[in-house]
């Protein structure tokens, strides 16, 4: 997912907006950068808590 969030402010850097048509998010809006940055978080959040669980 961070991959992802690079390559969208790639684009936004050249005045790009990413659209996903499979899920119907994008970047165009502030309610699509907000729900991405959201998975994004999640995202962070589930590789934590792997972490967590193979010290345990």
Do not use: D, N
Request: net charge negative; with cysteine; hydrophobic share 45%.
């Amino acid at each position: 997912m961070k991959h992802h969030l690079e390559v969208i402010e790639g684009l936004e850097s050249r005045s790009a907006h990413f659209c996903c048509l499979r899920e119907l998010v994008g970047t165009s809006i502030s309610q699509g950068t907000f729900s991405l940055q959201v998975l994004e978080a999640v995202a962070q959040l589930e590789r934590v808590l792997e972490r967590l669980t193979k010290l345990a």
